[in-house]
């Protein structure tokens, strides 16, 4: 199938466009939100290419991959078709509510009869009001890192996106806690500056701004241990990549971490002295890290492997394109 999708979430979309199916990636002059085009730090497959709206109206679509409101529209301009009645379309919601009274937040695909919204995460099924809307699960799949946990160096890893502009939400206020155990390696997307930001001496946080993905796996897997602080998102796809290298995890036990990381493979809990009495722990005793890690490691690969992801998206999309002839 040609399945048409915008480039949004790196991870994810990596994931994704390692199917059999032709992945046309909008791409615009500017290389905006909405024509952001192939990955520059994350590998993807030849099958994947970008495509300009003009080529779009041209080309065979089978169906898209919506992602975001005002693609509705995009699909309409470029195609001339309408999502859910003239092409097959599927929703794929990434993320917790961000705004309005949870958690009676309403989706804004809620009560259509014309889509499918498919959540990356049984949590965010539960959480989000989609009306009569028909809703489905595909848990997250990742490509297995080419690196295996080391753990040699007694720092803590952290991966966080825009951590100063999302604070609380991040958790990036309770790494001063952690912080005084070991120095933190903060990797991301606009982490500059992150020091300054908490007060903290640059030697207690050093920030790695947007390293590629291949790159900043090989830095993790030195790292004592891996923190996921996330007070409220979906799943950071970086904690399962951290335990599928083999990282022994130190998480925050809310949204759908709560499922994904088992108590073996490191701490997860809401009290947060719970966590700095791991970290320590991990710091002090680098075998039991190793070996909190290998459960995590296990753990991941078998239940966010890719070989599933894959299989579960072939099987949702063959329903829903069938169902449209």
């Not at 796996?217 to 599928?244: D, P, Q």
């Not at 690969?301 to 599933?308: H, P, T």
């Amino acid at each position: 199938m040609n399945l048409l999708l915008w480039h949004v979430h790196g991870s994810w979309t990596t994931a994704f466009v390692h199917g059999r199916h032709r992945y046309l990636i909008p791409v615009t002059p500017d290389r905006g939100p909405y024509g952001l085009g192939r990955a520059r730090t994350y590998p993807w497959p030849d099958s994947a290419v970008e495509v300009t709206p003009e080529e779009l109206a041209r080309t065979q679509v089978d169906a898209v991959i919506l992602q975001r409101p005002e693609e509705i529209g995009l699909v309409e301009e470029w195609l001339g078709r309408r999502p859910g009645r003239d092409l097959p379309a599927v929703y794929v919601e990434h993320n917790t509510p961000k705004d309005g009274d949870v958690p009676n937040s309403r989706h804004p695909m809620a009560d259509r009869d014309d889509l499918l919204v498919a959540h990356v995460t049984g949590f965010n099924q539960l959480i989000w009001d989609t009306g009569a809307t028909r809703t489905t699960v595909i848990d997250h799949g990742i490509v297995a890192p080419a690196v295996e946990y080391t753990g040699e160096l007694d720092r803590l890893a952290v991966v966080i996106n825009e951590p100063v502009r999302r604070w609380r939400v991040t958790g990036t206020d309770l790494l001063p806690r952690f912080a005084e155990i070991a120095p933190l390696d903060v990797y991301g997307m606009r982490v500059d500056g992150l020091a300054d930001a908490l007060g903290l001496p640059p030697e207690r946080v050093t920030s790695h701004d947007d390293i590629p993905q291949a790159a900043m796996h090989a830095e993790l897997a030195r790292r004592r241990a891996y923190l996921h602080l996330c007070r409220w998102t979906s799943l950071g796809l970086s904690l399962i990549e951290a335990m599928s290298i083999g990282m022994p995890v130190i998480a925050l036990a809310t949204t759908e971490a709560a499922m994904a990381v088992p108590p073996d493979a490191g701490a997860i809990a809401t009290r947060v002295d719970t966590l700095v009495d791991a970290a320590r722990r991990f710091m002090d005793d680098p075998e039991l890290a190793r070996r909190a890690g290998a459960v995590g490691r296990t753990a991941a690969r078998d239940r966010y492997g890719l070989d599933r992801f894959l299989t579960d998206w072939d099987r949702l999309l063959e329903e829903e394109v069938c169902a449209s002839r």
